[in-house]
């Protein structure tokens, strides 16, 4: 056990991928710590100090027909979701504005619901192609399930990356969603991919799955090849089926984000909705092998300030390129 990190990074960088056995092996580490330092090592290894900034629009807000668990905007669900068929195109530019002038690389208009209909697609282009003219962020899109002609569409609309979380692995994922399928995401990521446009998509620790579990999802993203991994930290929200579930305390967080970093050592980890609630601990979480965060507010939940976000990040030796 002594020399298992050791060798275990040694593999990595010859170009051997950890497998389940291994990536089981780092979570029993007796020493945590070095495990999560390890991470951080790896991370710099593979991608440097640049630091990956997204941010993103609620675009399309509550309503939605499926029955997520874990979401606020279902309509299954009583919350206090904002609900809105879409947002104000000024309201978004306001938004865009303020998210290009932090420095973030990309932003994604994001709608609640199963997906997108052809004809309100056409109308969220007016917002893309405003917050192109205006701004140099890279544009995403996360619109739920994707066929092939909504897929060009975005493609056309100058939307370079599409994002679909898988949320849990692939075993656990009927008992946080019945309305659509895992695999059904998958063929979404595959469509979007065979569109053109690069994947992001990741999952939500916290909602009472285990840490095999966790490395069961890591290993399903990289044989997706997913280079941009959201994760977010389930908050539970009052009204959903999972609002009296207890937070996870830290050294789980740190822990599975280090096997995200051993099991994916390319990809970009990013920190996203639930990290606010680790407050001053969430910077953490960029020690042991994250290298990315969503900045801003999130669709139902405030999120850090910018400036404190990138003050820290700086502080920490991550590098920005500003735009």
Known sequence: MADLLRETFSQITEGTAVNRETALRLARYPDQQKFWSAADRLRRRFMGDHF???AIINARSGGCTEDCRFCAQSARHRTDAPVYAMIDAEEAMRIARSIAASGADRLSLVTSGRSVRKAELHQFATIYEQIRHETKLDLCASMGLLDQENAALLTAMGV???HC?????A????????????QEKVDTLKTAAAAGMSLCSGGIIGMGESMEDRIDLALELRGLGIRSIPINILTP????????????????ILSTIALFRFINPEAVLRMAGGRQQLGQDQYRCFAA????AIVGNYLTTAGS???EDLSRLREMGFLFQMR
Do not use: K, M, Q
């Open 52 to 54: 990956h900034l997204c």
């Open 160 to 162: 370079s990356r599409y």
């Open 165 to 169: 979380n898988l949320e849990s692995c």
């Open 171 to 182: 075993a656990r994922f009927t008992e946080f969603c019945t309305t659509h399928t895992w």
């Open 237 to 252: 929200i009052a009204g959903t089926p999972l609002d009296n579930l207890t937070p996870l305390p830290l050294p789980e």
């Open 289 to 292: 092998g994250a290298n990315g």
């Open 305 to 307: 300030p910018v400036a």
